[in-house]
């Protein structure tokens, strides 16, 4: 904590069916620190390659506090101060002088069977470090720090863990699919991307692993276990979308990571090759497309102009194979009875705002097949499409997913389309195809959106069956 306050105060809440206060700590002697100069020279800027090393203050978690997320909340001054700032509710989650942390059960696995994974990762990516009245501009995308490497340390640009930014993704994403959880009864307990990457046993006593909103950075480690709790029959929800897209490489103790993306390096953007793309082959990526573990890819989805979230289409998904069980009692039709083909979503802002797809072919009845040639495994079943062509006049580039892709990949190799589906390869994978179905599923926009959310949690974190 850094502060030119005398003193402070810590409120903790727990994000759950709503969010719930649980204490106040301090007041704490306040110090202040400055950030570290950005090593470009950038003026108003601060260094996000680098630890900030501002004062630490260890508070104990109370031996009664149940596993979940939750939030801190640093109000500076006296107490008389602070007893005029008022608790927060879930409208207060989003802000400034806030950060998220996450409490781990004592036995993992023993109350619940589903395991929510909290892309942190990604989080950290995005971070800007600034405050309410400081635009530090200083993240992976904003004067990113890139570094040639060396033995014992990779190319690419170098983002520390150890820096402020306060509350955004976990407000948009996360807090209303939380609470959704926990009203309709689901027991969940809680990771990060760390956790997963440094515990080998860590998805060990789960039925189910989630991954939630905006998923983007994953590291080698993360994947591989993922991948082979799915072989060994877990089962995974991607209710998120432009997943597993960079990967990363924890450094200094994991206190940091590397990755070597497109972003811009000195006067030069894009920055290629830009090794950790998981698709392309090397030298110019990692040579293992996402899509192996999603069944989909941001190589075949892409994200709508403008501001985030931005505006966008609201038709939602044609439904395809309504008789399959993740469909069961929507009501939602696939044409097969004549009748034209329902929506699933339709008229919510669904699809963004990134989608991932798989590449398809239409067979003689029109129907969307995942075509296998990127990736996609065999068994992936496309239940639901939404085509990308055209939405805007200016998303033949949008739709590639990401600014520079015709850079890679300059010819059109077919159509592109957020794509919900699943395969199974011992256990189930279902993927979502967009960053914002757990915002439809949680703020209960669309009734279909909820039953499939549903259907596909009482399925996969269930006792195992012959058919998963």
């Not at 941001?298 to 501001?307: A, L």
């Not at 469909?327 to 963004?352: F, V």
């Not at 190799?413 to 589906?421: K, L």
Request: hydrophobic share 35%.
């Amino acid at each position: 904590m850094s502060t030119d306050a005398d003193e402070f105060r810590v409120r903790f809440y727990r994000l759950g069916r709503e969010l719930a206060f649980m204490a106040e700590s301090g007041p704490f002697p306040g110090v202040y620190a400055p950030p570290p100069p950005h090593p470009d020279g950038v003026a108003d800027h601060a260094s996000p390659a680098v630890a900030w090393d501002w004062p630490r203050y260890g508070i104990p978690v109370p031996d009664d506090w149940p596993p979940g997320v939750y939030l801190a909340h640093f109000i500076e001054g006296d107490d008389r101060r602070a007893r005029a700032v008022p608790l927060l509710d879930d409208a207060g989650i989003e802000g400034h002088e806030r950060e998220f942390f996450l409490v781990r059960p004592r036995h993992p696995g023993k109350n619940a069977r589903i395991l929510y994974k909290k892309s942190t990762f990604t989080r950290h990516a995005y971070n800007r470090s600034d405050r309410a009245d400081a635009q530090r501009a200083s993240s992976l995308y904003d004067n990113p720090v890139h570094q040639e490497g060396g033995p014992g340390m990779p190319r690419g640009h170098r983002l520390s863990l150890h820096r402020p930014g306060g509350v955004i993704d976990l407000a948009y994403w996360d807090a209303p699919f939380i609470a959704w959880l926990e009203r309709s009864g689901y027991d969940v307990e809680y990771c990060t991307d760390l956790d997963l990457h440094e515990d080998p046993e860590l998805l060990t006593p789960y039925r189910l692993l989630l991954s939630v909103g905006h998923d983007e950075y994953w590291s080698a480690d993360m994947r591989a276990r993922v991948s082979a709790f799915v072989r060994g029959g877990g089962n995974v929800a991607f209710f998120s979308a432009n997943t597993c897209w960079w990967r990363v490489h924890p450094v200094d103790g994991n206190t940091a990571f590397v990755s070597d993306t497109d972003h811009r390096v000195g006067e030069v953007y894009p920055h290629l090759p830009a090794t950790d793309l998981w698709w392309p082959a090397p030298p110019d990526g990692v040579g293992e497309p996402e899509n192996a573990l999603t069944g989909v890819s941001f190589r075949n989805g892409g994200m709508w102009p403008g501001e985030w979230p931005g505006d966008r289409p609201r038709a939602g998904y044609r439904v395809q194979h309504a008789d399959h069980w993740v469909y069961e009692g929507t009501g939602l039709r696939d044409g097969s009875d004549g009748g034209p083909p329902d929506a699933l979503g339709a008229g919510t802002a669904l699809i963004g705002y990134e989608c991932d797809g798989a590449a398809f072919v239409r067979d003689e009845d029109g129907i969307a097949r995942a075509s296998g040639v990127d990736g996609t495994p065999e068994s992936f079943l496309i239940l639901g499409i939404y085509l990308l062509d055209p939405v805007h006049d200016d998303f033949h580039h949008l739709k590639w997913g990401h600014w520079n892709c015709p850079e890679r990949e300059p010819e059109i190799t077919g159509p592109r389309a957020a794509t919900m589906g699943l395969y199974t390869a011992g256990g189930t994978v279902f993927t979502a195809g967009t960053t914002d179905w757990p915002v439809v599923c949680g703020r209960e926009l669309d009734a279909g959106v909820v039953r499939v959310t549903r259907n596909v949690l009482d399925r996969l974190a269930g006792p195992a069956t012959a058919d998963r």
